[in-house]
């Protein structure tokens, strides 16, 4: 007889479980090919199950291949359907994920680019959503097209235009999951193996990622409290393009002048090249409006990317990139088979938002607690290292950078600041060339209350200066 453990008290049906285990012998050998099966009535009397349950297993196993029924002889295991097993990698890789990725508590964390979560603008966006989901029309819900909803396009476009100086048409933009989507179709629209992309250093890991996966060769251009030495740009080279962050330099805060912008827009018209504007951040500006547009300057050889992450929330997963018109074909197709199109209810609710003005709203409610959080920040600096620090890069945006006089920011140090309870950021991660940043950090400050700030200042001071003492909130929560 066909021994089969049967176990009432799991949450998997009698028949799945028939089925499963039926299948799983086939496959490793233990039930030949050829071999003959039990009646449907001899186990199901055997199981003490429904006759109805091994009917049903069966009829799935022959269904796919692993049983056949001979008129008058029975049922039978199908030949062919052994297959040998190797021995399993252990699945590792969506634990450590996350182990990685899961929340501490007790780490106060200066993570760079994450806005203030518990302030999203929830009532507002619920009652459009409401709106959006009862009053759209049935066609909403089919595919739609790649380059995203005309209502977001057409309002973005104006939104754009009065905020940032940014010249397009509606049909110039593509919305995108995120900004990490649009570079990754710019890394698909311009470059070819070998190709030459020249970049601001220090500027993202995860940037410079992008771009060589595609086999791009990175050309690092300095950048200092203005963000990227133009003048060094090279004449012997002929780019695909310029990759910058002119309204706020990541990491290290500088806007571009004028001057230098000039020279940009100069060498991309001898090098036959195009300028990437990455402007991720620029709407937090603290003295004055936001720097306008590098893409206003010169629309027919800037690609212009922004995105909703750090303005309102990274779950959106809304972006966007504004092209140039010969290369907006070319893109909508490869936006339409990297997902066919990003979620076309949320562009709608997205679209609301913003013709309304409770975008605008809500940044200039943002930008008074972002200032008054950074102004903390610094107070705390200040209090705490005294004349042992320089701070810059804080005049725009969610984060700062902080220089030591005499600490370097080495692997096994900030393994110690972490033991204390909080993390921070090497500039010298984001660096092509290493070595020029020792010791520099990246405090973001968007996220974090008043309280966590001081915290995690004290802490700080504590792992560097104090390595002995070990801080109690931390180790006994």
């Known amino acids: 007889m066909l021994w089969i453990p049967i176990d009432r008290s799991l949450d998997i049906p009698l028949i799945r479980q028939v089925y499963q285990q039926i299948r799983d012998r086939i496959l490793n050998g ?38 056949v029924s001979r008129m008058g002889s029975g049922t039978f295991v199908a ?23 899961k929340i501490d508590e007790n780490i106060i ?51 754009l235009l009065k905020t940032r100086g940014v010249d397009c048409h509606p049909d110039q933009i593509v919305i995108t999951s995120g900004a990490t989507q649009a570079m990754t179709l710019v890394s698909k629209l311009l470059i070819s193996p070998e190709d030459t992309v020249i970049m601001e250093d220090p500027i993202t890991n995860d940037i410079q990622t992008i771009f060589k996966t595609t086999g791009a060769k990175l050309y690092p251009i300095p950048v200092d409290e203005n963000g990227m030495k133009t003048s060094l740009l090279p004449l012997n080279k002929n780019p695909k393009f310029v990759f910058v962050t002119p309204s706020h330099q990541f990491p290290l805060g ?22 990437v504007e990455d402007d991720y951040d620029s709407e937090f500006r ?63 609710v997205l679209a609301r938002f913003i013709k309304e003005g409770y975008l605008e ?18 107070n705390c600096l200040k209090t705490t290292f005294s004349n042992k620090v320089n701070i810059f890069g804080d005049s ?10 005499e600490q370097h920011f080495s692997k096994e140090v900030l393994e110690k600041i972490e033991h204390f309870g909080v993390k921070i950021y090497p500039v010298e991660d984001h660096a092509i060339e290493k070595g020029k940043h020792p010791n520099q950090i990246i405090l973001g400050y968007g996220h974090l209350k008043n309280e966590e700030i001081k915290e995690g200042i004290t802490r700080l001071c504590q792992a560097i200066y104090n390595p002995n003492t070990r801080n109690k909130s931390r180790l006994n929560p």
């Open 30 to 67: 233990q039930l030949k090919s050829d071999e003959k099966l039990p009646s449907t009535r001899e186990l199901s009397a055997e199981l003490k199950v429904s006759r109805n349950v091994i009917l049903e297993a069966y009829d799935q196993l022959t269904a796919e291949g692993f049983l």
């Open 79 to 101: 030949a062919g359907a052994f297959l040998v097993h190797h021995k399993k990698e252990p699945s590792f890789y969506s634990s450590n994920w996350i182990e990685e990725n």
């Open 109 to 159: 964390n200066f993570r760079s680019g994450i806005p203030a979560l518990d302030l999203f603008p929830r009532k507002t966006w619920t009652k459009l959503s409401s709106a959006i989901w009862s009053d759209t029309p049935p066609s909403s819900f089919g595919y739609d097209i790649p380059e995203g909803r005309p209502e977001l396009r057409q309002v973005l476009s104006q939104y």
């Open 254 to 275: 500088g806007t571009l002048p004028i001057q230098r912008r000039i020279q940009l827009i100069h060498y991309s018209r001898k090098t036959n090249c195009y300028l």
């Open 286 to 348: 603290y003295e004055g409006p936001p720097v306008s547009s590098l893409q206003g300057l010169e629309p027919e050889r800037v690609l212009y990317i922004g995105s909703f992450s750090k303005i309102l929330s990274p779950a959106l997963r809304m972006g966007y990139l504004i092209l140039p018109l010969h290369l907006i074909e070319k893109c909508r197709k490869l936006k339409w088979f990297s997902d066919l199109h990003t979620p076309s209810l949320d562009q709608l």
């Open 361 to 378: 709203r809500h940044i200039a409610k943002m930008k008074k607690i972002y200032k008054s959080r950074r102004d903390f920040l610094i």
């Open 396 to 405: 725009t945006g969610l984060h700062l950078i902080v220089e030591f006089n």
